[in-house]
């Protein structure tokens, strides 16, 4: 669908790559200063890189080689902005219309704008913003949709309520989404396709739970943030315990609380370091979820972790241990373990349809 | 007070009202354009621009006065070209009075309006191009109503010291009554006549009637626009 192969250099700071991103939400992934929004500035034309190419579909946007440098109002990309950029002297009603109204029945219902059409932007909340913002962008009739940081600006309370209008967006559209974020959970709910960025380069790329499950990727996104997506299908509940039971190749998972549909496919997201290895199948102990699972890579990190890849069904996911309890425990690609995975370490953040 | 100011006293106040009404809508268009260029703009010779701009603001009244006379009188390079062609003449006349204010007020609306541009999110701009918008609808609809306070401002304050304009005109075009003779050269020659006193203070108490008057109204028109672009 995107193609963008660009090189540009800024100072001191230079941004070279090459992504294909396919349908869906492909998340560029990266600590601030990782070259993220130079990477969506070039493609809605707002920044010109030094050489490369950038196709859309069958448009070409930019390519240095021929010469090809559609200025942005003609390049039909929506972009949102992490800052939203309504503009203030127009009512959310003008706003969303001015770039065009296609849609605009169907964008105004599925991100819940009725209510907010006549009212002014100095008067909105930052989730009714940003909600705005994006029905602006997709009125346009956009052939690719930029995200950058969205949420960013918003506390946890605001991120919780607009991340389901996103998913509804994501099921509900066929326009691509490159979305910006530095924030794992956001990624792991939204995006199926994930590219990290470290220093202006790709660092990896991939489908999102490949990449978020490999070790390789824990010391790029911070130890405390790695972690394994998993898609889930919701399989039962326990209403006396509280417990959402959530069935998935690897075996099954008890969560806290009740949560989807039966039978509703859920994502989660399993911090690495809430994964805790076992080389025989623990007794007596209080946690609920012990998955049989192969071990897949060993990978040791700078400092006195190392992470270890694991295999359980179908699935991948990701553990980080001490070097010393990987060195004691001999553990090695192929043995056969248990992975313990506390129910309380996958938080309500980390679960999106 | 229609006794005390005498004919020539309400000659002087209408010829001011028309040069500083006519000089203030002549520059503003201008004066827009210079101050979006330096604002947003990176080109060679912006500095030099910049100084020209603000050249009457710092020089002497007299000297743009004696420039303007050279360069826009009957025998000057400008002024008999707009002469031949157009039939346009400046030198002595209520025209040359606009000008000369217009030259004058130019440097205080650029720096208004200067201000205003530069307070605009340039992000808006880029947002509406993304939206589809062409550089002249991006400017139309996003960034002139955000920057209309600031232009009234500037108007307002060209108006003012177009009303006020003294030195540059009088070199320029003289003061003669009925012709090119405003306030401030009405006041100065009446000052020169023993017993005027009477006419001086009907014209002094126009002319802060007019300043105050001006400066009023824009506050009163900012206030509502202010509100209108949600700040």
Same mark, same amino acid.
């Given at each position: 669908?995107?193609?963008?192969?660009?090189?540009?250099?800024?100072?001191?700071?230079?941004?070279?790559?090459?992504?294909?991103?396919?349908?869906?939400?492909?998340?560029?992934?990266?600590?601030?200063?990782?070259? #993220?929004?130079?990477?969506?500035?070039?493609?809605?034309?707002?920044?010109?890189?030094?050489?490369?190419?950038?196709?859309?579909?069958?448009?070409?946007?930019?390519?240095?080689?021929?010469?090809?440098?559609?200025?942005?109002?003609?390049?039909?990309?929506?972009?949102?902005?992490?800052?939203?950029?309504?503009?203030?002297?127009?009512?959310?009603?003008?706003?969303?219309?001015?770039?065009?109204?296609?849609?605009?029945?169907?964008?105004?219902?599925?991100?819940?704008?009725?209510?907010?059409?006549?009212?002014?932007?100095?008067?909105? !909340?930052?989730?009714?913003?940003?909600?705005?913002?994006?029905?602006?962008?997709?009125?346009?009739?956009?052939?690719?949709?930029?995200?950058?940081?969205?949420?960013?600006?918003?506390?946890?309370?605001? #991120?919780?309520?607009?991340?389901?209008?996103?998913?509804?967006?994501?099921?509900?559209?066929?326009?691509?989404?490159?979305?910006?974020?530095?924030?794992?959970?956001?990624?792991?709910?939204?995006?199926?396709?994930?590219?990290?960025?470290?220093?202006?380069?790709?660092?990896?790329?991939?489908?999102?739970?490949?990449?978020?499950?490999?070790?390789?990727?824990?010391?790029?996104?911070?130890?405390?943030?790695?972690?394994?997506?998993?898609?889930?299908?919701?399989?039962?509940?326990?209403?006396?315990?509280?417990?959402? =039971?959530?069935?998935?190749?690897?075996?099954?998972?008890?969560?806290?609380?009740?949560?989807? =549909?039966?039978?509703?496919?859920?994502?989660?997201?399993?911090?690495?370091?809430?994964?805790?290895?076992?080389?025989?199948?623990?007794?007596?102990?209080?946690?609920?979820?012990?998955?049989?699972?192969?071990?897949?890579?060993?990978?040791?990190?700078?400092?006195?972790?190392?992470?270890?890849?694991?295999?359980?069904?179908?699935?991948?996911?990701?553990?980080?241990?001490?070097?010393? !309890?990987?060195?004691?425990?001999?553990?090695?690609?192929?043995?056969?373990?248990?992975?313990?995975?506390?129910?309380?370490?996958?938080?309500?953040?980390?679960?999106?349809? | 007070?229609?006794?005390?100011?005498?004919?020539?006293?309400?000659?002087?106040?209408?010829?001011?009202?028309?040069?500083? %009404?006519?000089?203030?809508?002549?520059?503003?268009?201008?004066?827009?354009?210079?101050?979006?260029?330096?604002?947003?703009?990176?080109?060679?010779?912006?500095?030099?621009?910049?100084?020209? %701009?603000?050249?009457?603001?710092?020089?002497?009244?007299?000297? &743009?006065?004696?420039?303007?006379?050279?360069?826009?009188?009957?025998?000057?390079?400008?002024?008999?070209?707009?002469?031949?062609?157009?039939?346009?003449?400046?030198?002595?006349?209520? &025209? /040359?009075?606009?000008?000369?204010?217009?030259?004058?007020?130019?440097?205080?609306?650029?720096?208004?309006?200067?201000?205003?541009?530069?307070?605009?999110?340039?992000?808006?701009?880029?947002?509406?191009?993304?939206?589809?918008?062409?550089?002249?609808?991006?400017?139309? $609809? %996003? $960034?002139?109503?955000?920057?209309?306070?600031?232009?009234?401002?500037?108007?307002?304050?060209?108006?003012?010291?177009?009303?006020?304009?003294?030195?540059? $005109?009088?070199?320029?075009?003289?003061?003669?009554?009925?012709? &090119?003779?405003?306030?401030?050269?009405?006041?100065?020659?009446?000052?020169?006549?023993?017993?005027?006193?009477?006419? %001086?203070?009907?014209?002094? $108490?126009?002319?802060?009637?007019?300043?105050?008057?001006?400066?009023?109204?824009?506050?009163?028109?900012?206030?509502?626009?202010?509100?209108?672009? /949600?700040?």
């Amino acid at each position: 669908m995107l193609r963008i192969c660009v090189q540009k250099t800024q100072g001191q700071f230079g941004l070279d790559v090459d992504i294909n991103a396919p349908a869906g939400v492909t998340a560029i992934f990266g600590r601030s200063g990782s070259g #993220k929004t130079t990477l969506v500035n070039a493609i809605a034309g707002l920044s010109r890189p030094d050489s490369g190419k950038i196709v859309v579909g069958e448009t070409v946007l930019f390519d240095s080689a021929a010469r090809v440098n559609l200025p942005p109002p003609l390049r039909r990309v929506g972009y949102v902005f992490q800052d939203a950029r309504l503009f203030p002297h127009m009512s959310v009603r003008r706003n969303l219309t001015y770039g065009g109204d296609h849609d605009a029945a169907h964008v105004i219902d599925i991100l819940g704008l009725e209510p907010l059409l006549d009212r002014r932007p100095a008067g909105l !909340s930052g989730g009714e913003r940003q909600r705005v913002a994006l029905g602006r962008a997709l009125m346009c009739d956009p052939q690719i949709l930029l995200m950058d940081e969205p949420l960013a600006a918003l506390d946890a309370p605001r #991120k919780a309520e607009i991340l389901p209008y996103f998913e509804r967006l994501r099921d509900e559209t066929r326009v691509p989404i490159i979305y910006v974020s530095h924030d794992v959970s956001e990624v792991a709910r939204l995006a199926t396709t994930l590219v990290v960025l470290d220093e202006g380069k790709v660092a990896i790329s991939g489908p999102v739970g490949q990449v978020l499950s490999s070790p390789e990727v824990v010391p790029l996104l911070g130890t405390r943030t790695a972690g394994a997506v998993i898609v889930t299908r919701v399989a039962g509940r326990f209403l006396d315990d509280d417990l959402t =039971e959530l069935q998935f190749s690897g075996g099954r998972l008890l969560m806290p609380g009740q949560f989807g =549909e039966i039978g509703q496919s859920l994502r989660i997201r399993i911090p690495a370091q809430d994964v805790i290895l076992a080389r025989e199948a623990p007794t007596g102990m209080s946690a609920l979820n012990v998955l049989p699972v192969t071990i897949t890579e060993v990978r040791p990190g700078r400092g006195p972790g190392v992470a270890v890849g694991l295999r359980a069904g179908d699935d991948q996911l990701l553990a980080r241990v001490t070097r010393r !309890s990987a060195g004691r425990m001999e553990l090695a690609v192929g043995q056969q373990i248990y992975a313990i995975i506390k129910a309380t370490a996958v938080g309500p953040e980390d679960i999106g349809g | 007070m229609m006794d005390l100011l005498g004919p020539s006293g309400w000659a002087a106040i209408m010829l001011s009202l028309r040069v500083a %009404v006519v000089a203030m809508i002549c520059a503003l268009p201008l004066a827009i354009g210079a101050a979006y260029l330096l604002a947003r703009k990176r080109f060679f010779g912006r500095q030099l621009l910049n100084g020209i %701009v603000h050249l009457p603001l710092v020089l002497p009244p007299v000297v &743009t006065g004696y420039l303007l006379l050279v360069t826009f009188g009957k025998q000057g390079p400008i002024g008999s070209f707009l002469e031949q062609v157009f039939g346009i003449s400046l030198g002595f006349r209520w &025209t /040359g009075a606009a000008l000369a204010a217009a030259v004058m007020a130019f440097p205080l609306m650029v720096r208004a309006i200067r201000l205003g541009i530069e307070a605009v999110d340039p992000g808006l701009e880029d947002a509406a191009a993304t939206l589809g918008a062409s550089r002249t609808r991006v400017f139309m $609809t %996003v $960034t002139l109503p955000l920057i209309l306070p600031s232009i009234l401002a500037g108007a307002v304050l060209g108006f003012a010291k177009a009303l006020g304009e003294f030195g540059a $005109t009088i070199t320029f075009v003289a003061a003669i009554p009925g012709q &090119t003779q405003t306030i401030p050269s009405a006041i100065y020659g009446l000052l020169q006549v023993p017993g005027s006193e009477p006419a %001086v203070l009907g014209l002094v $108490t126009v002319a802060i009637i007019l300043a105050m008057g001006a400066l009023l109204i824009s506050e009163w028109l900012s206030h509502r626009m202010a509100r209108r672009v /949600g700040r």
